[in-house]
């Protein structure tokens, strides 16, 4: 018989961490996890949510994607579904909730309303899900500082956690899952460290919980585990990015016992970003009409801004010798090009596919899907190609003091120190920088590898280093959908803690 668990995601962002766990599948082919209920109060990302519950069970009944769904997600039409499938949308919007925890009383009574109608049998039952963070980043943290008027006391976020022990004592799940920043573990009100106090509260749960190190196996003890245990290296299991998280893993004590140790998660192969987006369709990025130059976007306006402002930098004589060569190399492969702005490219499946592969390029279209550039002003084209054709030359990212005075932002303080790291290019041959929901500003922090596409990463190649599967479907505008990808848990990570957490109930 399938055995079914029950999953309730909290502060579910756009999916991620659930993805994981329901996209998980047993050695029989069934999918034991089974969303009861998804929270989440951001309007886009909740629209992301309940949308890919409808995908889910449209896979889960056997049905193809009408193109409907594709419309919708597009903005064309104000419904995903056909006829036959309306029943199965109205059911994903029953699974996915969209609602602020703590801060509305009324939404909250019938938020535990649902819970408790829902857990009406002796299923298996997990609570999942990651508290808001931005009280606990050190990024956060340090624009906090700079506000005199910030009281730490009486920012909300510091307390969110506490909606997430609310949940624990109506669902008294058998397992949980909390995630956070590394933040967390610095984190102090009052002199007092947040984690310690978050660790009790969650031990001091009603129905008794040991915690555990995902990364060590080993069961927290007072005074003898070391915090940092609970960080994950994302890269350490085949996510294509430096994201170091903390997370951790409850389990409900039964009749008085509890476990010494579980099984840790295990290292995987090292996954590059070529390895994540280097099949993915060649783009240019549109000419931002906000430039000085060439409003008007066309493929050879493109190309004029990029070889006259590349060739003034060369003949200014300020460059090094060998950074001219690749210059000019990397400037007859633009010359060549006739890259378009978004994907009309087909998708091709790896050959010979990784555990990455299968989990991430799943799309069931003929071409890629959110793979369009955003539009870059001229100036920025110019600081994108040099910057992508330094690293080519010297294995590391350009820094402020690298840039001539010829591209050199328009900013008072340029040369202070506070821009050494303000253009980044994401090494094709190793991991990526975290993915931040920064990435929705600009991409100044996740330019493109290649310099003869000279343009920040899309939609589609940050959500795969995010390790989201083609087939999923961002909702909102551009910007949305970038701060959605930026928040996530990489799925793929999900599903290899879903794996122990499946082990662990049977």
């Known amino acids: 018989m399938e055995k079914s668990v029950k999953v309730i995601d909290i502060f579910a962002g756009p999916g991620g961490l659930g993805e994981g766990f329901f ?64 029943e199965l949308w109205e059911q994903a919007n029953r699974e996915t909730l969209q609602l602020e925890m703590g801060r509305d009383q009324k939404a909250d009574i019938e938020l535990f309303r649902s819970i408790e109608e829902s857990c009406d049998d002796q299923s298996p039952r997990v609570l999942i899900g ?155 990025s549109p000419l931002s009409s906000r430039g000085k130059r060439f409003n008007k976007d066309s493929l050879n306006a493109w190309k004029e801004n990029v070889l006259t402002g590349i060739n003034e930098l060369i003949n200014s004589g300020n460059i090094d010798d060998e950074l001219v060569i690749k ?46 550039s955003r539009p870059h002003m001229d100036s920025d084209l110019l600081r994108y190609f040099f910057c992508a054709s330094f690293r080519d030359v010297y294995g590391r990212n350009a820094r402020a003091d690298d840039f001539p005075d010829y591209l050199a932002p328009d900013h008072k303080n340029w040369k202070s120190g506070k821009f050494v790291d303000r253009f980044k290019v994401q090494n094709f041959n190793s991991q990526s920088s975290t993915v931040t929901s920064h990435i929705s500003k600009d991409g100044h922090y996740f330019i493109h590898s290649e310099a003869k596409q000279c343009r920040s990463l899309t939609v589609r190649e940050a959500a795969r280093i995010q390790s989201f599967p083609d087939s999923y479907q961002f909702m909102g505008k551009r910007t949305n959908q970038f701060h959605q990808v930026g928040n996530a848990v990489p799925p793929l990570l999900a599903r290899q803690i879903a794996n122990i957490v499946m082990k662990l109930l049977d």
């Open 327 to 372: 210059l000019k190399n990397n400037l007859r492969l633009l010359e060549q090009s006739d890259f378009d702005t978004r994907s009309v490219a087909q998708y091709h499946p790896s050959k010979s596919p990784t555990v990455f592969d299968e989990f991430v390029k799943d799309s069931p279209l003929s071409n890629v899907r959110l793979h369009e």
């Open 130 to 284: 990651g508290p808001p963070c931005q009280a606990y980043s050190l990024v956060g943290r340090a624009r906090n500082k700079g506000n005199k008027e910030y009281v730490p006391e009486k920012d909300h976020r510091h307390f969110l956690y506490k909606e997430y022990l609310s949940i624990m004592e109506i669902f008294s799940p058998d397992i949980f899952v909390m995630e956070n920043v590394k933040g967390m573990l610095s984190s102090k009100i009052n002199g007092g460290a947040v984690f310690d106090q978050i660790i009790k509260d969650l031990e001091c749960c009603s129905a008794g919980y040991s915690l555990y190190s995902l990364k060590t196996g080993k069961k927290f003890i007072r005074g003898e585990t070391n915090p940092k245990d609970f960080i994950l290296c994302s890269e350490d299991y085949g996510i294509p990015q430096n994201r170091h998280r903390v997370i951790i893993l409850g389990i409900k004590k039964k009749n008085g016992q509890d476990l010494d140790s579980i099984e840790p998660l295990r290292h995987s192969p090292k996954i590059s970003v070529g390895d994540a987006i280097g099949d993915l369709p060649k783009l240019r």
């Open 23 to 86: 996209s998980y599948e047993d050695d029989n082919g069934n999918f034991p996890f089974d969303g009861l209920i998804s929270v989440e109060k951001d309007l886009h990302a909740h629209a992301t949510l309940t949308l890919r519950a409808f995908y889910r069970l449209l896979i889960k009944n056997n049905l193809e994607i009408p193109e409907e769904y594709y419309q919708y997600a597009d903005g064309k039409v104000d419904c995903p579904h056909t006829s036959a499938t309306k």
